[in-house]
C-alpha cells in the first residue's frame, strides 16, 4: 500500500541572539489536539506549495512576521500520528532571521519565547524530546527520521544523517 502522509512544516524561529525559540502553547481550544503543548510554527502544506513557501506562509499566519532566512533541519516521517491515526510527514526548519514583531497570540495559543536549553523542560510531544536536540546542534547535516506513532503514544524512533 502507498504511503501518502499529510505534509507539513515546522518552524523554530530563533531571536536575534539564537539563544530564545518562539514557541506556541497550544492552550486556546478545547479538543485541540496539542492542547497543553508547546510546539513550533507550521503546518500542513498546500497545494499549490513549495516546502519553503508552506513554512514561510505557515509563520506569517500564526507569528505575523516574514521568514528572511531559514535553513532545513531534517524531515520526520511520523505514521500513525494524527488525532485519527493518519500519517503525516514534517519538514522542520530553523528560522534565523525574519521581519516584524511576532504576534502575542493567534486563535490556536500563546507565542512565548524560550531559551534554547530549557526547551527539554515544557510539556512537549514525547517525541519532540528525541528530535529537538537535532533541530539545534552545530551539526550541519540534515537528519532524517522516522516515528511512528500508536494511540497517541511514540513507539520508536530512528533516524539517519547526511
Not at 513554512?55 to 533541519?73: H, S
Request: charged letters at 25%.
Amino acid at each position: 500500500m502507498p504511503y501518502t502522509p499529510i505534509l507539513a512544516t515546522l518552524g523554530y524561529v530563533l531571536s536575534p541572539d539564537r539563544k530564545r525559540v518562539l514557541m506556541i502553547h497550544r492552550n486556546t481550544r478545547a479538543g485541540d489536539h496539542h492542547l497543553g503543548k508547546y510546539n513550533g510554527l507550521g503546518g500542513k502544506l498546500e497545494a499549490h506549495e513549495d516546502v519553503v513557501a508552506g513554512m514561510r506562509r505557515e509563520i506569517q499566519e500564526e507569528a505575523g512576521i516574514d521568514c528572511l532566512d531559514l535553513d532545513l533541519r531534517g524531515t520526520i516521517s511520523w505514521p500513525g500520528f494524527g488525532k485519527h491515526g493518519e500519517d503525516w510527514f514534517g519538514f522542520l526548519f530553523v528560522v534565523t532571521r525574519f521581519r516584524g514583531e511576532p504576534l502575542e497570540r493567534n486563535a490556536e495559543g500563546t507565542l512565548e519565547w524560550v531559551d534554547v536549553e530549557k526547551l527539554a523542560s515544557l510539556p512537549l510531544w514525547e517525541g519532540d524530546r528525541h528530535f529537538l536536540p537535532l533541530v539545534f546542534d552545530a551539526d550541519p547535516r540534515a537528519f532524517h527520521g522516522v516515528m511512528p506513532y500508536r494511540d497517541g503514544r511514540m513507539q520508536s524512533w530512528a533516524y539517519s544523517r547526511v
